[in-house]
């Protein structure tokens, strides 16, 4: 169903987690609370779930007011029917796997032939069929996040959110249940909130991200946008863009690197206090590659090289203080020496300035 | 040079530059839990503040009070007069000795036992385990008692044992270190539980990361096992220490035969004497509370710097330490340990009940003579008195026991899982009995009940409300370090999948405090039978305890009578306890 937070603050005595966040999410989305630890996604989800008490601001699920500080609602969380999985799974080892699968149904006074009907499809669907009767502390970490999802989808909620629900398990585990949970989204139309700080999982698995920093929401967009065009240097840094340099204006289409003499022609900027040219290593041409003549073609110095299988990594200086990363091929790597002179070339397309930071993002997510 | 990531201005949760102050919700959300929290602080307040109120008001004021009479009018700061003499700074002197003493001998006995039982690959832990556990129900005065029959200069068996063998007496008993390795002893139990628990929830992961870290086994234990158990380990300490301080009983049997006074044993004089002098007494306990309440806070301070949620929501498997060649001395330290709180003391109490006359001149001789029989028993057994206190002396414990754990573990709860304003508070407040001497906290609810005006003084009403007063430090310290190690993500998982808050707590997070909560409520139930002092002052003919028969016995140098009444009183207690576990172990499997 879909969601609608408006104006959600959240404080804990001085600090504020939460801060005048408003975000829509509509039926059948997959949005990504993505952002560093302590930006605030976690404690935004704990209110969507009633777990934390916001200040101020209205929570809408589907024509269900969940919360509203005006109205003096505060719908408790036993009631509000969303599915949640936490981090640490919080799968009570006191209880069987079928025990803690049945969990909702037995609060919810459906019938013993029914539960046993429910639990056991809903096993079949996150592959745990065979598991029923096994002790819950005698599981896996992969098994116990399937647990954790069977429990809160077989309650059929109107909403899911999952708090970092693949931090704990190793990378190959990983890979197949962000599969799995993509797969599983789509097919059963659920309205997801993931939280998470790795952006390899907020791009596998959002229809929509928002960014997250400072108890603000900073950005908000489909999964390529947000990767190819950060609004600001410090969502970049986060994105993984390897290159951020401080760049100095000099006219409307052209910077100057701090510290160097190397001057880079740019697409039209916005002219603000702190400015940075991002860069991804991918998106820098090297040796051969470099066109005999065109724009931003510099000369540097190879310092090191990182060969990783496919590719390799080098950093080049440009000048005494300035260096890049700069992604290469195998061949190149083998090719090269530390104190090599190369020719790189940063594409008119590749370079962006942005600003350091930015305030609240200022558009709000459709889908 | 690359540039440095954009450096986040903070990490956590974001502070606010505005001067803007916030309150912490809108009051529309919170009535219902500050009437709850309000409802705790009236409980608790009659039970714990208003006796600790009225001792204050007597240390200031000529008078005690009295229905109808608290003198508020004459304060006056003269009962203090009587902290500084001479008799008090050595008795305090004398309690401060005890309390360090027999702290470090009952942490040592304890945590040894809990680290064997709950954490080595020792042969025989069962065994271990119920050592560990049986002194407890043992009553320290019963204890202390058995002792004097056994150590005591000249009569003491252990000495006339001495001398059938031909060798010269060894042994005496009324000594300080006497008393320090009796109360030690058998206070252990309080270690043992404590430490035990927290050894056996720890998250074995913590452990598995400092062996991978390069540590070995012994550095693992130094370096993590033990510093995770050092809030149970602490708060052990401090619990014994206060304890010990302020034990009268064993002090009284075992000091004041040698002219030992303690800080208690000086209170008890001071009101006893003759005119009974309870302002000044109640001067001397104001003192002691303050330093024990400054002993607590810095526990407090110490315990709340770090978290210490060993628990995680993932299940845990323990491994064992390999002990190595100390496997079998580690069983015979144990069963040293049960020999000299349990077996021997056992032993003297049925011989000297069973033995024709009240003087023993030879032990070996006894035994070979066949002095002994059983008329002493059969005496004891068919005294109507005995009857009507057994009876009483069940219904209090059991009812004090599981109100206790109920109002132990709300109050443990609130204070360690919810927000509400001026929770810390309940904490405190639930602390401070272990700061009132017991004899002191009698005295305080003495005078409360007869204000009161609810007729129950005089029923066993009164000795339940006493009872749960004395006890609420130990409760709320066994439900609080049970309730710091469950992941509080268990329970809110719970209420999100359609539990009410009250039946998340009943599904998961008290089921998963089984073994916390009962060792809580087993802890209540037998500190509710061993309990002497309190009742001490509340008592009437009609609703006398068998602790106070037996003390009143031993007074009066009726020995025989006290020790017969003493072994079917320790068999009472062991048939509870057992009755408890069973109980307790079966509603387990009926999750």
Sequence with gaps: MRISIENLTLSYGDSVAVRDLSLEIEQGEALVLLGQSGCGKTSTMRCVAGLETPDRGRITVGGDVLFDSDRGINRASHKRNIGMVFQSYAIWPHMTVFENVAFPLKMKRVSRADTARRVAETLELVGLDGFADRGASMLSGGQMQRVALARSLVMQPSVMLLDEPLSNLDARLRHRLRGDLRDLQHRLGLTSVYVTHDQEEALALADHIAMMQFGRIVQVGRPDEIYGRPVSASIADFLGVANILPVDPVDASTVQLAGSDVRLEVSPYQRTEELRACVRAEDILFGDAVASDGNNIIEGTIITREFLGATATFRIAVSDDVDLSVMGTKQQAMRCREGDRVRIQLPLDAVQVLPLEVAAADAEVTA | MTVAPPAPSETGVVRTGRGERRGPAPAHFRPRRIAGVAALYGILGVLILMPVALVVISAFTGTPPRPGNIDLGSLTLDNFATVFSPGALRAAGNSLIVGIGASVVALLCGGFLAFV???????????????????????????????????????????????????????????????????????????????????????????????????????????????????????????????????????????????????????????????????????????????????????????????????????????????????????????????????????????????????????????????????????????????????????????????????????????????????????????????????????????????????????????????????????????????????????????????????????????????????????????????????????????????????????????????????????????????????????????
């Design chain 2, 117 to 591: 039982t709950a954490r080595s690959n020792a042969p025989a832990r069962r065994f271990l385990y119920f050592v560990g556990l049986v002194p407890m129900f043992l009553p320290s005065f019963v204890g202390a008692l058995a002792w004097g029959l056994l150590g005591g200069p000249n009569a003491g068996l252990l000495n006339i044992l001495a001398r059938d063998l031909g060798l010269a007496p060894f042994f005496n008993i009324y000594t300080l270190p006497g008393l320090i390795a009796v109360l030690g002893i058998y206070y252990a139990p309080y270690a043992f539980l404590l430490i035990h628990a927290s050894f056996s929830l720890m998250n074995p992961d913590l452990e598995e990361a400092a062996r991978v870290h390069g540590s070995t086994p012994v550095q693992v234990l130094r370096r993590v096992t033990f510093p995770l158990a050092t809030p149970a380990i602490l708060g052990a300490a401090i619990l014994i220490f206060v304890l010990t301080v302020e034990n009268f009983p064993v002090a009284q049997m075992i000091g004041s035969a040698s002219g030992l006074d303690t800080l208690p044993t000086y209170i008890y004089r001071l009101m006893n004497s003759a005119p009974s002098r309870g302002n000044e007494a109640a001067a001397v306990a104001i003192a002691l509370v303050v330093v024990v309440l400054i002993v607590t806070a810095v526990q407090r301070r110490i315990v709340s710097k770090r978290t210490f949620t060993t628990v995680s929501g993932k299940g845990l498997r323990l491994s064992k330490v390999d002990l190595g060649w100390f496997r079998v001395p580690a069983v015979v330290l144990g069963a040293f340990y049960f020999v000299i709180t349990t077996v021997l003391p056992l032993l003297a109490l049925i011989f000297v009940a069973m033995h024709d006359s009240p003087y023993v001149s030879s032990v070996t001789g006894s035994l070979a003579s066949g002095m002994l029989n059983l008329d002493a028993f059969a005496d004891v057994l068919s005294n109507s008195t005995v009857h009507s206190s057994t009876v009483n002396s069940v219904i209090v414990s059991v009812t004090a026991a599981v109100l206790g754990t109920v109002l132990a573990f709300i109050v443990s709860y609130v204070v360690n899982r919810t927000k509400t304003p001026g929770r810390a508070g309940l904490g405190y407040v639930s602390m401070i009995p272990l700061a009132v001497p017991a004899i002191v906290l009698g005295l305080g609810l003495l005078w409360t009940w007869l204000l009161i005006p609810v007729p129950v003084y005089g029923t066993l009403v009164v000795m339940i409300i006493a009872f749960l007063a004395a006890q609420m430090p130990q409760g709320y310290q066994g439900a609080s370090s049970g309730i710091l190690q469950i992941h509080a993500d268990l329970e809110d998982s719970a209420v999100m999948h359609g539990a009410s808050r009250a039946r998340a707590i009943w599904k998961v997070t008290a089921p998963l405090l089984r073994i916390p909560l009962t060792s809580t409520f087993l802890l209540l139930l037998m500190l509710s039978m061993r309990e002497l002092t309190v009742p001490l002052f509340l008592f009437t003919t009609d609703t006398r305890l068998l602790s106070i028969v037996i003390f009143d016995d031993f007074e009066n140098g009726i020995l025989q009578s006290s020790a017969a009444t003493s072994v079917l009183y320790c068999v009472l207690i062991f048939l509870l306890a057992y009755l408890a576990r069973r109980f307790g172990a079966s509603s387990n499997k009926a999750v």
